[in-house]
C-alpha cells in the first residue's frame, strides 16, 4: 500500500511560481510511474503531467506544457511538481497519484491506483 501526501499549494498571484511535492510512503515508488492531475472547481479532473519510473520520460498537458516541470526524486520517494508563469485557469486541487504502469507514462486516470488527498492552489488575477 502506497500513502501520498501533497503539499505546497497555496495563494499566488498570476505570473507568479509554487512548487508542488507528493510524499510516499509505505514502500518505495521507484516502480512506479507518477502523475499530477488537477480538478478546477464544477469542472472533472483532468491530467496535468507524468513521468516515467525512472525520471527519464515526461509528458504534459498541452495547457501547462511549457510552465509546469514534473520531476521525482526516488532516493526521497518524492515528485514534484514546479508551476512557473500560473494563470488564473490553473486554480485547482492538485492531486498526485502512482500508477502500476512500468513502463511509459500513463496519462490516464484509470491507470492510478493510489491517490493523494490534494493540494489547493489558487491563483489571483
Known amino acids: 500500500q502506497v500513502q501520498l501526501v501533497e503539499s505546497g499549494g497555496g495563494l499566488v498571484q498570476a505570473g507568479g511560481s509554487l512548487r508542488l511535492s507528493c510524499a510516499a510512503s509505505?514502500?518505495?515508488?521507484?516502480?512506479?510511474?507518477m502523475g499530477w492531475f488537477r480538478q478546477a472547481p464544477g469542472k472533472e479532473r483532468e491530467f496535468v503531467a507524468a513521468?516515467?519510473?525512472?525520471?527519464?520520460?515526461?509528458y504534459s498537458a498541452d495547457s501547462v506544457k511549457g510552465r509546469f516541470t514534473i520531476s521525482r526524486d526516488n532516493a526521497k520517494n518524492t515528485v514534484y511538481l514546479q508551476m512557473y508563469s500560473l494563470k488564473p485557469e490553473d486554480t485547482a486541487d492538485y492531486y498526485c497519484?502512482?500508477?502500476?504502469?512500468?513502463?511509459?507514462?500513463?496519462?490516464?486516470?484509470?491507470?492510478?491506483?493510489?491517490w493523494g488527498q490534494g493540494t489547493q492552489v489558487t491563483v489571483s488575477s
Open positions: 497519484a502512482a500508477s502500476t504502469v512500468r513502463l511509459g507514462v500513463p496519462m490516464r486516470q484509470h491507470q492510478y491506483v493510489y
Open positions: 509505505g514502500r518505495s515508488i521507484s516502480s512506479n510511474a
Open positions: 513521468i516515467s519510473t525512472n525520471g527519464i520520460s515526461t
